[in-house]
C-alpha cells in the first residue's frame, strides 16, 4: 500500500462518529476540520468499499487572527488559493521509454508522451501557515500515510489575520471543498458546540447515503464506474456483472461524484502489477510516478469509439481507459466515459488500478 495511490482504508473508526471536532476553546485549541472521516472501520450496513471525499465539517466560521486545524483521514490535502488547487499529475521533465506491448507493438505514448508524476506543488505543498486574499496556502501530500509511511499524519494548521471568506480544496478529488468564515472580532462565530454539532450531522448524513448506496441499477448496457451521492461514494462497479451478446457496445461512465478510476482489462498478473506501482517512487524522479499502463488511455489519441475488443487486444487482452473523471469534467480536461464493442464470447474482468477491489467482470455470449 506505501507504493500506491490508494487511500489507507476506506472509512474510518465510528466509535464517535456523531462527534468529529473536539471541544475547542478561543484562545485555545482551534476548530478541527477533518479531511475525509477519521474513521477505522465501515458503520453496520456500509459496504467496506465506501469512502467519503469530503470535508468535515465544511464550513467554519471564526474570528479574525484565529487558526483552524485540519486533519487527515485518507488521501487528501487542503489547499488555499485563487484558481482552485495545481493539477495532480505533471510532466517531470523525461519521456516515456521506448516499451512494447504483449505483440511486440510499441505502445503509442512509448517515446512519445511524457513520464508524468506527482505534481511536487501538491506533494510539498506551500510553505506558508497563513491565508489571506493575496497568500495561499497547501498542506501538501507529505503529511498522508501513502507518501512517508508515518501512521500519524500531522495536523496541518493555518491562520487566517483578515476577515473574508477563504475556500479550501482538495488537489486529488474534485469537487471537495469547504470554505473558513473570518469575520471581524464582535461578530457571531461558530461555538464549540455548534462545530462539533455540525460536524456530527455531516456525519450522519454521510453514513446515510452511503447506506443507500448503490441506488438504482443503470439501464441497458452501462456500467457505473463508482457511484456516489456527494461526497459518499461507493468503489464499485454497478453493476459488477454484465451479460451482452457479441457485437454489442457496453459504456462505462463515470458519475457525478468527486474521484477519478480507469476501467483496465487485461490478464490478471498484469492488472495486480498495475495497481501496485500506479503511483510509486522512482530512481530517475523526485517525485513518485505513474505508470502508463495505468494513467495513459492503451489506444492512441484520436481512436475512434467504440473500441473493439476481442479479448485478444495488445496480444494479451490489455485494454485501459485511462483517467476516467467525474460527470461534467469539460472535455480538455479527460473523458467521463469509456465505450467498449465486445466482437467476441467469452468472459472478461477488468479493475480501477486507482482503487483495490473495485473491479467487474463482462460476460459476452
Not at 1 to 10: E, K, L, N
Not at 226 to 237: D, F, I, Y
Amino acid at each position: 500500500m506505501p507504493h500506491s495511490y490508494h487511500r489507507p482504508g476506506a472509512l474510518g473508526a465510528l466509535a464517535a462518529a456523531a462527534l468529529l471536532v473536539a471541544p475547542v476553546t478561543a484562545a485555545a485549541a482551534p476548530p478541527t476540520v477533518s479531511a475525509g472521516p477519521p474513521l477505522q472501520h465501515p458503520p453496520k450496513g456500509v459496504s467496506a468499499q465506501a469512502d467519503v471525499n469530503a470535508f468535515l465539517p465544511n464550513t467554519v466560521s471564526i474570528h479574525a487572527g484565529q487558526k483552524v486545524r485540519f486533519s487527515f483521514a485518507g488521501f487528501h490535502d487542503v489547499t488555499f488559493g485563487r484558481g482552485g488547487p495545481p493539477p495532480l499529475a505533471a510532466p517531470t521533465g523525461r519521456t516515456e521509454p521506448a516499451r512494447a506491448d504483449a505483440a511486440g507493438k510499441r505502445f503509442w505514448w512509448a517515446g512519445r508522451a511524457p513520464v508524468m508524476g506527482l505534481n511536487p506543488r501538491v506533494l510539498l505543498g506551500l510553505p506558508g501557515r497563513t491565508v489571506t486574499p493575496r497568500r495561499a496556502a497547501a498542506s501538501g501530500l507529505q503529511r498522508i500515510l501513502i507518501v512517508t509511511g508515518s501512521r500519524a499524519p500531522q495536523p496541518f494548521v493555518v491562520s487566517f489575520p483578515r476577515p473574508g471568506d477563504y475556500t479550501f480544496r482538495c488537489s486529488v478529488h474534485p469537487g471537495m471543498k469547504g470554505v473558513v468564515h473570518v469575520l471581524p472580532a464582535r461578530a457571531a462565530v461558530s461555538a464549540p458546540a455548534d462545530v462539533k454539532a455540525i460536524g456530527g450531522v455531516q456525519v450522519r448524513s454521510a453514513i446515510a447515503a452511503l447506506r443507500a448506496l448503490p441506488g438504482p441499477r443503470p439501464r441497458g448496457r452501462v456500467v457505473d464506474v463508482g457511484v456516489a451521492s456527494g461526497g459518499a461514494e461507493l468503489l464499485a462497479m454497478v453493476p459488477r456483472r454484465i451479460v451482452v451478446r457479441a457485437g454489442q457496445t457496453v459504456t462505462f461512465r463515470s458519475p457525478a461524484q468527486h474521484d477519478i478510476h480507469t476501467v483496465t482489462f487485461g490478464p490478471e498478473s498484469l492488472l495486480m502489477a498495475v495497481e501496485a506501482n500506479f503511483l510509486a517512487p522512482s530512481a530517475s524522479s523526485r517525485v513518485p510516478v505513474f505508470d502508463p499502463l495505468g494513467v495513459y488511455p492503451s489506444e492512441p489519441p484520436g481512436t475512434r469509439a467504440p473500441i473493439a475488443y476481442n479479448g485478444r487486444n495488445h496480444g494479451d487482452g490489455y485494454l485501459n481507459s485511462g483517467l476516467l473523471y467525474p460527470a461534467g469534467t469539460p472535455a480538455r480536461v479527460g473523458p467521463t466515459t469509456f465505450r467498449v464493442r465486445f466482437t467476441r464470447p467469452g468472459t472478461y474482468h477488468y479493475d480501477c488500478v486507482i482503487h483495490p477491489r473495485m473491479d467487474g467482470t463482462v460476460v459476452v455470449r
